[in-house]
């Protein structure tokens, strides 16, 4: 497993599709870019802005449910690619063990910012759907530059990937 930050969550424009783009931590540095829904990037962003609504979202409930069962959320991790969908584990600390708990990629990613977890992705996962950045953003840059250029490296890509680069 590789411990990735998540860098965003953009829009792709001309498609208007939603994608949330992880980075790996160390090494490589590859992105991977995760197709999303609407619905779960405006939680997605709603987490990393902080915003605070009158009711719980879907994913916020989720997170006070398991705090009052007394359930630990300790990681997530992107887990396969298969058939071009994304599969992730949310893994679960409870007094009677440990549990996985199998997730979209984009609600894990929802609840990991709200409870500030780890984020991991399979070394394979990567293999398959990540690419490399051809330059390092700049390490000075702010993190706003950095997506940016993220993005940008990410439009580059999928400008030049076909459903083939993807596998059967």
């Known amino acids: 497993m590789v411990e990735?930050?998540?860098?965003?969550?953009?829009?792709?424009?001309?498609?208007?599709?939603?994608?949330?783009l992880l980075r790996e931590r160390s090494g490589a540095r590859r992105v991977l870019p995760i197709f999303i829904g609407g619905p779960e990037a405006t939680a997605i962003a709603f987490a990393l802005e902080e915003v605070v609504t009158p009711r719980p979202m879907t994913h916020d409930l989720i997170r006070n449910l398991l705090d009052e069962l007394g359930v630990s959320m300790e990681s997530i991790v992107v887990t396969e690619l298969r058939d071009r969908t994304f599969y992730a584990e949310i893994e679960l600390?409870?007094?009677?063990?440990?549990?996985?708990?199998?997730?979209?990629?984009?609600?894990?990613?929802?609840?990991?910012?709200?409870?500030?977890?780890?984020?991991?992705?399979?070394?394979?996962?990567?293999?398959?759907?990540?690419?490399?950045?051809?330059?390092?953003?700049d390490a000075d840059a702010e993190p706003e530059e950095q997506a940016e250029e993220v993005v940008e490296q990410f439009r580059e890509f999928i400008d030049n990937v076909t459903p083939d680069d993807f596998g059967s």
């Open 4 to 20: 990735m930050d998540l860098v965003g969550v953009r829009v792709e424009l001309p498609s208007n599709t939603p994608i949330a």
């Open 93 to 137: 600390h409870a007094s009677d063990g440990v549990h996985r708990v199998s997730s979209r990629p984009s609600d894990a990613i929802a609840l990991a910012v709200r409870v500030g977890i780890p984020i991991y992705a399979a070394e394979s996962v990567l293999d398959e759907a990540g690419f490399e950045a051809e330059d390092e953003a």
